[in-house]
């Protein structure tokens, strides 16, 4: 079936009723949610997944689950490559993955020989910190606290790849718009020789989202190159890539976009290529071909191939409306809980520096065993079930993260389970 047909289903689906048939009463007007609380609507996007009943699911952030009808389609693509084998990966495949990669570019409004395929955002991310070769002895880069770890490793190994100084600084809280801006401006002050900042568009730790095109903007009047992390990012904020004002980005399409695990994009702006080596030696393609940068050997077809699904998917239930949604259902928790003492959330109140994810802990207790502990109370005690994120300067906290299949029932239950646990 058309590719644009398909979406167009699948649209009209969301709006009268689950794709698969699952019985709805109600319905909402064709074209999207008439808010972001608009239940009806929201209730038949939830019946497109299939949801463990164990818990309260707030831990949505590790990796996001497939709808039924990307996992129908992964499943449909994984028999087909299985069997047909070589006869279709040497034949067709090849094509088949340049219409899904022009699909991919179209979607983040940059040219489809400016991104490659990897196995995640971590993947690309490493291949371009390790490979970033405008650096040299003195030079410095820089990074804050909630960077991800493995990110952080590799900037650190750049002091002795390239000889370089490794700034690590805390941003600051609570967080402001301009603050933070401020925060990476005085840092690149205080380090003329500064060559390359890490930034996270969406941290993991604490679901902060940074103001990326104005720090970008300031880095880039300094000549100072931006690696911008956008694995949070993509599929549950709506932006495009070109607004953002970074030449070097890695995103993943396992976590909001809600592909199979395993799928990763590489970008690279195409007068920037020549940045980044092309890696350990690789010779597959043309110098200048931004896909020289990564070489993982025999991917999972299928999940590539699927990846084309779940953005029909994603597409259908709109950008705009996602972000709207998971706001929504952010604030719902995090706001009555400004009044509960006791409680100390790390999500500033301003939306533009908020996300689904957000970070708590009991006041005074920013130590890593009271956070575990606090994770091991909402699960063990109310069946929530959340994760401990460690790394933050100001120290450890508990994270919670809505989707767009979470109930508004379950915001409360968790509020009324921290205002419980606060007076204990």
Not at 141 to 147: F, G, H, M, Q, W
Not at 252 to 268: D, E, R, T
Not at 309 to 336: I, Q, Y
Request: glycine share 8%.
């Amino acid at each position: 079936m058309d590719r644009l047909t398909r979406r167009g289903i699948l649209g009209a689906a969301l709006a009268t009723g689950p794709v698969l048939g699952a019985a709805q009463a109600a319905t909402v007007p064709a074209g999207g949610p008439a808010s972001p609380s608009d239940e009806a609507y929201w209730g038949r996007v939830a019946a497109q997944y299939d949801l463990t009943d164990e818990v309260v699911q707030l831990e949505n952030g590790n990796w996001g689950v497939m709808s039924r009808p990307v996992l129908e389609a992964y499943e449909r693509h994984q028999r087909m490559v299985n069997r047909r084998n070589s006869y279709y990966s040497r034949r067709e495949y090849g094509a088949d993955l340049e219409r899904i990669r022009a699909r991919v570019a179209a979607n983040l409004g940059v040219a489809a020989e400016e991104i490659a395929f990897t196995r995640g955002a971590t993947e690309a991310l490493q291949i371009l910190i390790a490979g970033y070769n405008r650096l040299g002895p003195g030079d410095a880069v820089v990074y804050a606290d909630l960077d991800y770890d493995s990110m952080q490793t590799a900037m650190d190994w750049l002091a002795q790849r390239r000889g370089v100084e490794v700034v690590k600084f805390g941003l600051p809280e609570p967080a402001t718009h301009q603050g933070l801006i401020d925060a990476y401006e005085a840092v690149l002050s205080a380090h003329p020789r500064a060559r390359l900042l890490l930034l996270t568009q969406v941290s993991h730790r604490n679901g902060l989202r940074l103001p990326v095109a104005e720090i970008a903007d300031l880095a880039r009047a300094r000549g100072v190159d931006v690696i911008l992390d956008a694995a949070h990012a993509w599929g549950q904020v709506d932006f495009r890539l070109p607004e953002l004002g970074c030449d070097f980005v890695g995103l993943n399409a396992h976590k909001w976009i809600g592909a199979p695990i395993g799928v990763g994009v590489l970008f690279i702006r195409k007068d920037r290529v020549e940045a980044i080596d092309p890696f350990m030696g690789s010779d597959e393609y043309s110098e200048g071909d931004v896909r020289r940068r990564v070489h993982t050997g025999t991917s999972n077809m299928a999940a590539y191939l699927a990846l084309e699904d779940a953005l029909d998917f994603h597409e259908a239930t709109g950008a705009a409306a996602k972000e709207a949604r998971l706001t929504w259902l952010r604030r719902r928790w995090t706001e009555p809980l400004r009044d509960v003492g006791g409680i100390e959330l790390l999500t500033p109140e301003d939306d533009r520096l908020g996300s689904a994810l957000a970070g708590f802990r009991l006041a005074g207790r920013a130590d890593g065993p009271s956070n575990v502990a606090l994770s091991k109370a909402l699960l063990e005690r109310y069946d929530i079930f959340t994760v401990p994120r460690f790394g933050l300067a100001s120290g450890a906290c508990v994270r919670a993260t809505v989707s767009t299949f979470t109930t508004p029932a379950e915001a409360d239950r968790l509020v009324a389970a921290l205002a419980d646990l606060a007076k204990a």
